[in-house]
């Protein structure tokens, strides 16, 4: 060969070269961009010095009751099935166990099944090969695989599809999985964790759930109980929420009377400690000094034509509009917008531009 020939030769080595190391670098960026999805969906307390059942606030008997189950269950592989009405905290005491478990610095990969359509579920919990249905444009790694030496999270399992939880019973039964499109057998080495807002032994005798499925996932219960039935535990977490939402807004921390919580605690609170989280939530975005509790309904001041609630964002875009109102359109300075709602004059102004609020001063 002459001397072009090898030139020629040497710079196409070159080029591949560099395309392999493209490859590598991507494969890289991939990895490291799924580790950062996986701390995201920790939190910042997976990643902490703070104790596994922090998050679990509380003074009754029955939450102490709870840690208790927690710590017992997290040191051993037990599959957990945790039992409660919607908003009830089902997520914060699977990651307790989690974080309380050897798996700790593993992942937690958290799964909504009512949120996966049924045509999807398969793919996302198990995976698929590339060009394995009509826009399996790649090898995609299922949530099963992405827990191993972790913890997986199954919340609102009632709602898989029979189908789906003839795969589930294997993969718990095997430890090992095929992709959808597959044909080699993976293993993965997780900890199940599910949750529900329905009796699975009422799903199990109306035929939606799977018998045999339901006894591996029954080994360790935890049944997380309603807000109304622990009455003593809405005051450390309303003032739990306060202190949360004043932090992220900025705001001074706003009163209880006691009054107010008396009245609080004679609600019944069907939407639990997420109704509480949001009602503390809309309270310091109005930003009155004193907590003023209003039972939401068609006697309360939260609902527009058709009894229909304002979301939050509608709530507070109403309230800084009104403030702006009073003060003429004056943003910052001591007798401005800013300082009556207890926020820096830039904060205001970036949350104007964000809710879309601009400003017509008066003559």
């Known amino acids: 060969m002459d001397r072009d020939g090898l030139k020629l030769l040497s710079a196409l080595a070159s080029q591949i070269a560099i395309s392999i190391d493209r490859v590598h670098a991507y494969d890289k960026i991939a990895r490291l961009q799924i580790q950062t999805r996986h701390e995201q969906r920790q939190g910042p307390d997976e990643r902490g010095e703070c104790l596994p059942t922090d998050d679990i606030i509380g003074v009754s008997k029955a939450v102490e009751d709870l840690h208790e189950l927690i710590h017992k269950v ?3 592989q037990s599959t957990v099935l945790i039992n409660g009405e919607t908003g009830v ?13 050897p798996r700790c610095k593993g992942p937690f ?40 030496n ?31 499109g597959g044909t080699r057998t993976l293993h993965s080495d997780f900890r199940l964790i599910t949750a529900s807002n329905k009796n699975l032994a009422d799903e199990v005798a109306q035929g939606r759930f799977r018998a045999d499925l339901f006894f591996r996932l029954n080994v360790f219960p935890i049944n997380v109980p309603p807000l109304r039935t622990r009455k003593e535990d809405i005051r450390p977490l309303a003032s739990h929420f306060l202190k949360l939402f004043c932090t992220r807004y900025d705001r001074i921390e706003p009163d209880i009377s006691d009054s107010e919580m008396e009245k609080m605690q004679a609600y019944p609170w069907p939407g639990n400690v997420r ?20 039972a939401p309904g068609p006697s309360g001041t939260t609902a527009e034509a058709g009894n229909r609630p304002q979301t939050l964002l509608e709530i507070e ?21 800013s300082a009556l709602l207890g926020l820096k004059r830039t904060t205001l102004i970036k949350r104007m ?8 001063k008066s003559a």
Do not use: W
């Open 74 to 76: 997290a040191l051993t």
């Open 89 to 101: 905290g089902k997520e914060l005491v699977a990651r307790a166990v989690h974080r309380a478990s």
């Open 109 to 148: 990969i958290c799964v909504n099944c009512a949120a996966l359509p049924e045509t999807l579920i398969d793919s996302e919990l198990f995976g698929h090969e590339k060009g394995a249905f009509t826009g399996a444009i790649r090898t995609k790694e299922g949530r099963f695989e992405l827990a191993d």
């Open 150 to 180: 972790g913890t997986i999270f199954l919340d609102e399992v009632s709602e898989l599809p029979l189908s789906t939880q003839s795969r589930l019973l294997r993969i718990l039964q095997e430890k090992e999985y095929q992709r959808v």
């Open 275 to 294: 109704e509480l989280a949001n009602m503390m939530e809309r309270a310091v975005i109005l930003g009155e000094p004193r907590i003023k509790f209003l």
């Open 317 to 337: 875009k109403a309230h800084i509009r009104k403030t702006i109102t009073l003060t003429h359109g004056k943003i910052g300075g001591s007798d401005g917008a």
């Open 353 to 360: 531009k964000r809710l879309e609020i601009t400003v017509e």
